[in-house]
Nanobody, 124 residues
């Protein structure tokens, strides 16, 4: 499975961005998708995840209420809509795919495939 993230850029604080991740290979509708991010000098952290059928979503406390993860299984795409961005959201954002169980959905180790990352920079 290959994943290609896009949509990052420079945005002012309070602004919004929509990240996209295109998947190829494998059966997209059979695996869960997630977004992680890594800020300079920090470890990669969980942001959001969505089940294979799109029925259940998960968010980190830091983005809940501001970010929305969604997917289009017909187009093999997953999205991350981000609003109310602040400086702390500056990071490289990665999409990832795998078959996590509920207890592991927020863990990096649960995901097999990773995109190359897209940089989001929020100016204050």
């Amino acid at each position: 499975v290959q994943l290609q993230a896009s949509g990052g850029g420079l945005v002012q604080a309070g602004g919004s961005l929509r990240l996209s991740c295109a998947a190829s290979g494998g059966t997209f509708s059979s695996y869960g998708m997630s977004w992680f991010r890594q800020a300079p000098g920090k470890e990669r952290e969980f942001v959001a995840a969505i089940r294979a059928n799109g029925g259940t979503t998960y968010y980190s406390n830091s983005v809940k209420g501001r970010f929305t993860v969604s997917r289009d299984n017909a187009k093999n795409m997953v999205f991350l809509q981000m609003i109310g961005l602040n400086h702390e959201d500056t990071a490289v954002y990665y999409c990832a795919g795998g078959r996590p169980i509920t207890s592991t959905v927020r863990q990096r180790e649960a995901y097999y495939w990773w995109g190359q990352g897209t940089l989001v920079t929020v100016s204050s």
